[in-house]
């Protein structure tokens, strides 16, 4: 279920998980990023998400599109912190997430979300198309999702 209504992403964050979007160079410095990075020290987090990645593996390996670093899911959508999603990149991202939400959902956790018009701000995305994505991605789920604006 889609709710969407006025208020701050991060009044609900006790009671839900949180989603937003990042770049691979984990940069959180423009958008909605700079204040998860200031709440959760989200940078240095990912940080050491990828040193642990990079240490349990001697081989070449690929960055999850969607790293969940306690109740927030990093959706990464582009590569550089100055590129531009696509949808496509939303898409997969949210893709790995509902596959995330799903294994919670298995081990008996009752998982509402919330998160901004993912995409929709200075990445640029159309909100009509990013909702019809989210819809077709997570609805299966059925789980609550609240899209907060301000």
């Known amino acids: 279920?889609?709710?969407?209504?006025?208020?701050?992403?991060?009044?609900?964050?006790?009671?839900?998980?949180?989603?937003?979007?990042?770049?691979?160079?984990?940069?959180?410095?423009?958008?909605?990023?700079v204040e998860f990075d200031r709440r959760y020290d989200m940078r240095h987090k990912l940080r050491v998400y990828m040193a642990d990645i990079a240490w349990l593996s001697d081989r070449e390996y690929a960055?999850?599109?969607?790293?969940?670093?306690?109740?927030?899911?990093?959706?990464?959508?582009?590569?550089?912190?100055?590129?531009?999603?696509?949808?496509n990149s939303l898409e997969q991202s949210m893709r790995m997430m509902g596959r995330q939400i799903g294994y919670l959902i298995e081990q008996g956790e009752t998982v509402k979300l919330v998160m901004p018009r993912i995409g929709c701000g200075i990445d640029g995305l159309t909100w009509s198309k990013v909702s019809v994505i989210i819809d077709r991605v997570l609805a299966p789920l059925n789980i609550e999702i609240q899209v907060r604006y301000l």
Request: glycine share 6%.
């Open 63 to 87: 960055l999850p599109k969607c790293i969940r670093i306690d109740h927030v899911f990093n959706l990464i959508t582009k590569e550089k912190c100055w590129q531009k999603p696509t949808y």
């Open 1 to 33: 279920m889609l709710i969407e209504q006025q208020g701050d992403v991060f009044e609900l964050a006790p009671t839900h998980y949180l989603a937003h979007c990042i770049s691979r160079d984990f940069a959180l410095g423009a958008g909605i990023a």
